[in-house]
């Protein structure tokens, strides 16, 4: 192969590619014009350079060692669009498909990386192609190096050449400084000489030759103004053809020897171009829309009969397969083991009675790495093997990456990252009513080629962590979180069966009553449960005025409902009877299919990798969606007890933790200060809002200032506060002007994160925790209202939710360091709930607010408020 290297200036080809197509976007609403530009230009140039070496640089950041010599270099560019921002780590993405390495270099720009290596390549006999949107590269131009200057489009280029640049100038290409220097540049922002243009500058420098010596002769210069203005001009002149100079020998850590190019794999290309849609492409790769990547690579493994300690080594990859959902009664099909040592599957038996195989698993000092913690650890705790030295989890950084992407499974994952040699589990085991259990060699095969997976995406995964800098969140909170839920979920909460049955009759009962009322209101027995019959009840029979009507007829919604309610007496009969009929299917007869008769304990799972702003829900039961605004539903909590004798639940939750965070990330001084003071926050934004005193402020307006302080935390809009206040449109609206009055930082905060989040594509929490809101570019006025009050809202909720979080980990290592028996039971939302010897109660009253309240330092305190009874009900 000819020895050619190709060097490509990313950011200008980028910003050529993005004006020169119209607006493009996925179907996640990202925006791939200059993505699909400059893949179209890589794939012409592989086609016909055939480069034995490539890289592309880019811009490490705004400010160069040019600043230091002239403060405004480039200061008349305008801001880069969003809409071309949100692209940069897709086209970073795409590259490493393409097994194509990208490098940039703090205090340096694309130019000098590209001159640096364009130089040393051109010294060592190669061929060298530059490639760019910006003119200034042509003073690279050699016998050895060419550049490609973009014309209008992207593929269509003028090749400059020192003949061509000879042709089109009359110069040289090292001249080219020279020029820059006596005419300037606006694009850059580089002044020159005020007056002296391209003409005037091309016939200065073929007279004198340089820059510097045209300064030397300017008595021999004709044109007494030409004269005045190059003498007054000398310090700019020189300066600006420094600005001008591209470095070819900056402090480079790339070599030719680490630009090879050996081609791509088409399997990463193919899982980016689906991913970015770009299915004309995946066409011209031979793959059809429909069609499934390559053939899958055959893969080594061996099936074990006994564990020996030759299959472990201190660092492996581990599969627990598990097939059912609920891994706490699940039955573990198998083990997947992939090290330096080789690829081992172990069937189930062969594992579990294996002592090998447990005190390995169990070795904290043997390093794992795993796809899902949580569901390893709860699935080998039911089988006696407490599962320790899990240093990675895919699934958990996977996440972190990118909590809008549905990634769930290994497969998805890795094909997104461009591993393609694996299968989706719905093609081994099928799926619905066809979902079996495979032959053990098909299983075995399968869970080696998930481990080969996770062993690829660790190091890939660990990469883009740091990059993102989001390491520290995977390591310090996430990771060791996944191993606190495993425990919470072992462990489980008690339930009181009797009483839950009780209860469930109770609620029986006033079904019944509440079901005489409706029909005795209605005049006649009908079904209650149909919307088509209750409407017909409703809006015909009694004449009540129909909301909304659907295709099917009237709507019966709850909100329907709600604005009917002072209009007939059964409108109150049938919310309630809803109400209640909800508790009794969900709560009570939900809760009594969950309970394990041994130990009459439900253990509800956590879900770590769901929610986009980092909270946890739970399900199977869910525990935190409990309705405790209404009584009876806030009697559930009697029948969660603890599981011991003389203990207690214990409850502590964060006072106004979103509030808090809200002042902190805005640097509201106002905000602050009634904080700081432990003012009642309600009442100090209804005097601020309304200009009274503490004394004047009413309930109503504490009522209204509380809604609108919760409502901001959301990113509320006027017709959302309308809605709320039961008040009109524009008083919401001069209420929260008045409100943003009050509270400038507030204001600037919702101003600036909603630009931040449109330069970026993302915003991000207090602990580096992102949110990707592409719709925030949208020309759709809603669409685009939403991912603005998701940009405000999301800092806020998603900070709170690693706080506590952050207060879980600190607390369970308390609990260890003071050895108490106490544990943490659940979390839901800004409360921990724990159940806990008696004789402890007074270590908790203490420890449990100190940890909680320091977990993170805010500008104004975290307060936690606690309290402990013989049922969750009681600890309120």
């Known amino acids: 192969m000819s020895k050619k290297v190709v060097l490509i200036d990313g950011n200008s080809i980028a910003y050529r590619a993005f004006f020169a197509l119209p607006l493009l976007s996925n179907e996640k609403g990202v925006h791939t014009n200059a993505i699909y530009g400059f893949t179209m230009m890589l794939m012409k140039i592989l086609e016909d350079e055939k480069p034995s070496h490539i890289l592309v640089a880019f811009d490490a950041g705004k400010t160069t060692f040019r600043h230091k010599t002239f403060g405004e270099y480039k200061g008349g560019r305008q801001k880069t669009p969003p809409e071309l921002s949100e692209q940069f780590p897709f086209l970073r993405e795409l590259l490493d498909a393409y ?57 269509d280029v003028d090749s400059y050449t020192p003949e061509f640049v000879q042709e089109k100038y009359g110069i040289s290409p090292e001249q080219i400084i020279d020029m820059k220097g006596l005419m300037g540049d606006s694009s850059d922002n580089i002044p020159g000489v005020p007056g002296v243009g391209e003409k005037t500058a091309l016939k200065l420098l073929k007279e004198f030759g340089t820059l510097e010596n045209l300064l030397e002769s300017i008595d021999q210069v004709s044109g007494d103004k030409l004269k005045e203005k190059l003498s007054d001009n000398k310090a700019q002149a020189l300066m600006s053809k420094e600005l001008a100079t591209i470095i070819q020998e900056a402090p480079i850590e790339v070599g030719l020897d680490t630009i090879e190019y050996d081609g791509y794999e088409p399997s990463k290309l193919i899982a980016i171009f689906k991913e970015l849609g770009f ?50 009664q699940a039955d573990i099909l198998g083990f997947a083991i992939v090290n330096d040592n080789g690829n081992f599957f172990i069937p189930t038996d062969v594992a579990l009675q294996s002592m090998e195989f447990k005190a390995w698993a169990e070795d904290e000092q043997q390093r794992k790495n795993v796809f899902d913690a949580k569901s390893s650890i709860v699935g080998l705790r039911w089988k006696g093997i407490q599962l320790k030295g899990i240093d990675f989890d895919c699934l958990i950084a996977s996440y972190i990456l990118n909590p809008s992407e549905s990634t769930v499974d290994i497969a998805s994952i890795a094909k997104v990252k461009g591993y393609g040699n694996i299968q989706a589990d719905e093609t081994v085991y099928g799926k619905g009513a066809k979902r079996t259990i495979p032959q053990q060699d098909v299983l075995a095969e399968h869970l080696i080629r998930e481990a080969k997976a996770l062993h690829y995406l660790k190091d890939k995964l660990n990469e883009e962590l740091v990059e993102n800098e989001q390491l520290e969140l995977f390591t310090e909170l996430e990771l060791p979180l996944t191993l606190i839920l495993a425990e919470m979920e072992a462990t489980g909460i008690t339930v009181d069966v009797e009483r839950l049955k009780s209860m469930g009759e109770e609620l029986r009962q006033k079904l019944n009553s509440l079901e005489q009322n409706i029909f005795e209101s209605a005049g006649e027995k009908f079904n209650i449960n149909s919307p088509k019959q209750l409407g017909s009840i409703l809006f015909e029979k009694l004449n009540l005025p129909p909301v909304k009507k659907t295709k099917t007829g009237y709507s019966t919604s709850a909100d329907v409902l709600e604005k009917l309610s002072n209009k007939h007496e059964i409108i109150e009969h049938i919310l309630h009877y809803r109400q209640l009929g909800k508790l009794q299917s969900t709560y009570i007869e939900g809760l009594l299919k969950v309970i394990y008769e041994d130990s009459s304990k439900v253990h509800t799972r956590f879900n770590q990798v769901l929610t986009q702003t980092g909270r946890l829900s739970s399900i199977d039961p869910n525990l935190q969606n409990i309705p405790i605004r209404l009584e009876e539903g806030r009697k559930i909590r009697q029948t969660f007890i603890p599981s011991q004798k003389d203990w207690v639940i214990f409850a502590a939750d964060y006072s106004q933790i979103e509030l808090r965070v809200l002042a902190h990330i805005a640097n509201d001084e106002n905000l602050i200060e009634a904080f700081n003071k432990d003012l009642d926050i309600h009442t100090k934004t209804a005097m601020d809002v309304f200009h009274v005193s503490a004394e004047e402020v009413t309930g109503d307006m504490r009522r209204q200032a509380k809604a609108v302080n919760f409502g901001i935390v959301y990113g509320i809009s006027d017709y959302g506060l309308s809605q ?33 989040a449109k330069q970026k594509g993302y915003v991000s929490t207090l602990l580096q925790r992102r949110r990707y809101i592409p719709e925030i570019t949208s020309r759709n006025f809603n669409v685009r209202s939403f991912a603005e009050r998701t940009a405000m809202n999301t800092p806020i909720q998603g900070s709170a939710a690693d706080i506590i979080k952050k207060a879980m980990i600190d ?66």
């Open 811 to 876: 607390m369970a290592d308390r609990l260890v360091e003071e050895k108490l028996e106490s544990k943490l039971l659940l979390q839901v939302h800004d409360e921990l709930i724990f159940e806990a010897p008696r004789h402890e109660i007074e270590r908790l009253e203490k420890i449990v607010p100190e940890v909680m309240e320091n977990a993170v330092k805010l500008e104004v305190p975290l307060k936690v408020d606690y309290s402990y009874g013989p049922t969750w009900y009681d600890a309120k």
């Open 279 to 328: 299915n004309s492409l995946l066409d011209k790769l031979g793959v059809s829309e429909e069609e499934d990547t390559t053939a899958l690579e055959e893969v080594d493994y061996k099936i074990v009969s006994e564990v020996t300690e030759d299959i472990f080594a201190k660092e492996s990859t581990l599969i627990v397969e598990i097939l059912e959902e609920n891994y706490h």
């Open 99 to 155: 097994n194509i390495k990208r490098y940039e270099l703090e205090n340096y720009e694309a130019d000098d990386i590209i001159g640096t290596l364009s130089a040393k390549a051109a010294k060592e006999g190669y061929t060298v192609k530059v490639i760019s949107g910006d003119k200034d590269l042509t003073q690279l131009a050699s016998d050895k190096i060419t550049v490609d200057i973009t014309k209008k489009g992207i593929t």
């Open 724 to 756: 709320s206040l039961g008040i009109t449109r524009k008083e919401a609206g001069q209420f929260i002007e008045r409100y943003l009055e009050s509270f400038p930082g507030v204001k600037n905060y919702m101003e600036e994160i909603v630009q931040d």
